[in-house]
């Protein structure tokens, strides 16, 4: 898939991406008329590999690309962070021993004391710290790792700075939650999944790079077949550099109806109206004996559980899932089996989360009385 | 994305590439009832990568997973291979100074005496030979490498073949094309896209497996917020090992929509029908002395030229692409400038390739004139 296979399809992405740096008020360095720009990855799993792949060719001054890995790379992420850096670093060729799992704090939140100490360590054993991811929410309690003590830590130690903010992200179209991303001029790289809390069908994760040269000098390949002349005047983006597959969809028509329909101020509305509704749901948690919250609410996910113990938080989660009138995950926080709720779909308003709480304290009398 | 995320996407799946095994007539070693299975992948680029990483693991025992690639692996694909298999290496970290690329024979096929003798000369100098990439059906001009020469050379040094099918397997549904498939019961893996001559909208690409645990030995990773009672009975299929991303789409209706309308009869008649008229053009081209074919003609792509030079073909690919009324590529072949002309579109029929014949033969009228 090149620029020439579909010109619009290539144009209008870019377009959109910059859009949403304005929108999320990212930094500028991520836009396309920067060193950097944006790419729509099918998921957060494949933007953490392509920044972990140009991260490791960085740090490699490209020798990786060549000869294989030979050099001792070593990642970081939080005990929190998801597991597709896990993923990213086996594909990697990299090794999932060489990925340290830092600790978090009382918050879930990266503890950068124990960072700093992990790459200093490395360091001093003669590896080569070259990728950290930070999280802005984590997936299982929406923590956030603090990027302001993180990013000059990556600086410090020549490390690629990946920021993954799949769900939360999109709430920096609020100015009042862009407190989520300070530290974010940090970064190298960064995501966030219109596909998850911006009203936009699967699959649709925007990727930004601050340095596009990192990663298009990582992925390039230009078999005869597909030389031609856009590509080779360096004035237009083939997008198949910037990602795993060769080939590519059309994913920012859909971004861009759904900029179009709800407009900047649209989605500040429903953004507003679901951390609300999550707000009000924990404090239904909280007022109510029986439950606690198992974690801080920045946004719009609940952590939750009943204080009686782990089997009746299993047997909760079974009869409510086994209902079908909702639907909800499961995680461990401080080893305990904890129910998580999120508000972020399009059409959910608070009669959905008012009877669903209804439900879950009416499960929660029927296991009491067993 | 787990099998309880939505059991009909993951159901559906399994029974459609159940199907088209049946269909194409592929080993039953690639049925999911048997040791092996397939899932949709984005495109034949991610089909290979998994398959490299699958193999990778097999010649390392998990090692490269574990402790990140110390081994000299190498890895062979032909010259007329695609570009995938490159960036595949670079991707899994071993390098593409690790790819070798194997020379054809006069049609292009890959000299299955120069694989071997490039095998043998690794073993010999302590590198480990652990995967074969096979094309039915080059990119460039369609050739099909012999794989009842090349199956027999992977199992002496124990490396993963991998069969691309990517354009050329949909073929197989007509019994007298099978012939192209000849020594697929070697394949440790194969793919073929239906978005490319299956009446499917991208993306879309089968893949195969003969043992579904290497893949998925590869590929896992199991978060607490992802254990679920279905996956950890054994009794279902995630996808989401199967393939690099986490998330993934419900792509198995559209190819369901596919293979309900047409039915098996319907796609062998319009097979046959643009088989028919690729020949068709091809003996236009021949009856021309101002062209030549540039490649044996198997199927549904036209590789020809003028015979006058280079820059007279690039004069002619510009015409016929800058009039808007028609679209072909080029490729390299034997170092001539050789232009692409293929059949395989839903709503395409005779008169499209009449009409395209006719632009072709006036503008190298034009441009015999100049």
New interface residues.
Partial sequence: MLWATSPACTELETLVLDWLVQALALPEKFLSTSTGGGVIQ??A??AT?CAM?AA?ERATNLE???????AK?CAYASTQA???T??AI?????????LRRIPTDAHFAMDTDALSRAMRQDRDAGLLPFFVCATVGT??SNAVDPLTEIGPLCREFGAWLHVDAAMSGTAAVCPEFRYIHDGIEHADSYCFNPHKWMFTN??CDCFYIADREALIR??T??????RNKATESGAVIDYRDWQ??????FRALKLWFVLRHYGIEGLRFHIREHVRLAQQFASWVHEDDRFELAALVPLNLVCFRLKSGDDENQQLLDALNGSGKLYL????LSDRFTL?FCVGQTNTVERHVSEAWSRIQDEAARIARQ
Same sequence: chains 1, 2.
């Fill in positions: 099918d998921t799993s494949s590999l792949l490791r990786v690309n060549r000869t294989g890995v030979t790379l998801h597991s597709a896990e993923k086996r594909i990697a060729g990299i090794g999932h021993e060489n997936t299982s699967f699959d990582t992925l390949i230009l078999p005869e077949f597909l795993i597959p060769l080939g590519r969809r995950t499961h995680t461990r998580r």
